[in-house]
């Protein structure tokens, strides 16, 4: 369907359309802030820098009694421990770390446990040396 009523020629369209492609698309494809006038201007000298965590805490939902740093190092010493190792004791888990080739001191730390317990999560052997895990789990 034509419009009777432009006031210019399909050329002049084209060319219109391109330039407002990247802020109708977004920066995917045309690039909404290519140009500098659409660069948003620095915070002023009196004003803070805009931060992602502005409590300090690099990650909301933390769960309660653990930072996230604790839930961070928890997490990458599960990493190198599958669930076949579960329940199991200080020596099978040693093993199933070796074996997902643990770096050293995960290795160090698990050397740590006693010996002759089983433990059934990651939460447990993670408790049993001494680290902290969360308080209300729900």
């Known amino acids: 369907m034509e419009r009777g009523n432009s006031k210019h020629g399909p050329r002049i369209d084209e060319q219109m359309s391109q330039e407002v492609a990247g802020l109708v698309q977004g920066p995917g494809t045309g690039g909404s802030r290519v140009d500098e006038s659409r660069v948003p201007e620095p915070a002023g000298e009196d004003q803070p820098e805009a931060t992602t965590a502005p409590a300090g805490e690099l990650r909301s939902g933390a769960p309660k009694g653990m930072s996230s740093q604790d839930v961070e190092r928890r997490s990458r010493f599960g990493r190198f421990i599958t669930m076949t190792a579960l329940p199991g004791d200080?020596?099978?888990?040693?093993?199933?770390?070796?074996?997902?080739?643990?770096?050293?001191?995960?290795?160090?730390?698990?050397?740590?446990?006693?010996?002759?317990?089983?433990?059934?999560?990651?939460?447990e052997v993670w408790a049993a040396l001494g680290n902290k895990n969360e308080t209300t789990r729900w």
């Open 90 to 123: 200080r020596e099978a888990l040693i093993a199933n770390a070796q074996s997902n080739e643990a770096p050293d001191d995960i290795i160090a730390d698990l050397e740590r446990l006693p010996e002759g317990t089983r433990y059934q999560t990651i939460s």
